[in-house]
């Protein structure tokens, strides 16, 4: 041990560890048992390796700063138990297969980010419970980010940092896979960002109706600022009680290549339900047949929106009306933002007990 400390500096022309990051390495190697390990970068953290791995991979990439033929040459390097997968980690880890399961690994390769964060996804589903694993340069913001996830997910717990090199044991928590997505399981990414939602934050705070409330205002002064000519207003029904299907009239002024769509949801869903296709405007009125939800949503309140829109969101709800008829399902819709209506109106009823 104190060979590999004394040579460490001369191995390349890169830094290398501190004497007590060797030291704080070696005695957290001695005690695990290790068959299989990877790393990394080379260095004097190699010949370490090699003195406590049965069989230990190197990814690493000389390009003439002696980090791999000088460990070559060491006469400190165990025999037959290093191979080295020369190239950048970029290229040779993505493409390598591991036969067998890791009970150590040293992330010490490039440190340009998303380098640390491409090591570690292709080598922490090789660790074994129980593992070691080994993050040095935590100083450096692209690695620092990459220790900050490790420190708070389930998979890992931080032993110690020693210098600027972390040391990571491997929990026997289920392993993330690495081909979903699934981001809200992960403890790190569990608390959002307030400073970019705090305005979300705020109005999730307000009742339902009150938030319907105000974006329905600020809607309507955005249409009456960029579309005054544009109008649309339902007469009828407005606060009475409907029977399963009935009929809606209004009026309405439209602009050139807008159409008017009429909408109908019960008023705690999360959707919009189009009622047909564009209702036809004749000498400024119009009426249109709807349909207030299913049978058993008698007694409930209801919303019925009227609004003009241009042709990108008709020819969508078009589409949507075709693919509700021929597999005979009807999910909601969405209502388009402020920008994309060019007037609105709403009104609340409820749907008869007798329906």
């Known amino acids: 041990m104190g060979r590999i400390i004394e040579i460490a500096p001369g191995l390349h ?11 704080a390495m070696a005695r957290r190697l001695g005690e695990r ?27 690493a990439d000389d390009a003439g700063s002696g980090s791999i033929r000088n460990v070559e040459a060491s006469a400190l390097l165990r025999p037959g138990v290093v191979r080295f997968i020369e190239g950048p980690t970029q290229r040779t880890l993505p493409s390598h297969r591991f036969s067998s399961r890791l009970q150590a690994a040293l992330l010490d390769g490039p440190h340009a980010y998303p380098f640390p964060d491409l090591e570690y996804y292709f080598l922490y589903p090789q660790l074994d419970p129980g593992a070691l694993l080994i993050v040095d340069d935590i100083h450096i913001r692209g690695v620092h980010n990459l220790f900050e996830f490790l420190r708070r997910d389930r998979m890992f717990r931080l032993d110690e940092v020693v210098h600027t090199a972390a040391f990571f044991t491997r929990t026997d928590a289920p392993t993330f896979s690495p081909i979903r997505d699934g981001w809200w399981e992960q403890e790190y990414n569990r608390t959002p960002l ?19 409330g105000f974006a329905r205002l600020k809607r309507r002064a955005w249409q009456q600022l960029n579309h005054a000519g544009c109008q649309v207003r339902i007469v009828r029904p407005r606060g ?19 159409c008017l769509w009429v909408l109908v949801r019960r008023a705690d869903a999360g959707g919009w339900w189009p009622q047909g296709g564009p209702v036809p405007v004749c000498d400024g009125r119009w009426s249109v ?26 020819a969508e709800w ?16 969405a209502l388009p933002a402020a920008e994309f209506v060019y007037a609105e109106n709403y009104a609340r009823v409820t749907k008869s007990r007798r329906s």
């Open 13 to 23: 022309t890169a830094t290398t560890f501190p004497a007590k990051v060797l030291r």
């Open 33 to 59: 048992s290790i068959r299989h390990s990877a790393e990394t970068g080379s260095g004097a953290s190699t010949l370490l390796f090699s003195h406590f791995s049965q069989d230990h991979a190197v990814f």
């Open 194 to 212: 307030v400073r970019y939602l705090w305005r979300e934050r705020l109005k999730s705070w307000l009742p339902q109706d009150l938030r319907a």
């Open 240 to 258: 009475d009680e409907v029977e399963a299907t009935g009929s809606v009239e209004g009026t309405a002024a439209l602009a050139a290549k807008t």
């Open 289 to 314: 047949s709807v349909a207030y939800g299913q049978p058993c949503d008698f007694g409930h309140p209801f919303e019925i929106c009227a609004l003009a829109v241009g042709p990108a969101t008709t």
């Open 318 to 333: 078009l589409r949507w009306l075709d693919r509700a008829r021929t597999t005979a399902s009807w999910p909601p819709v």
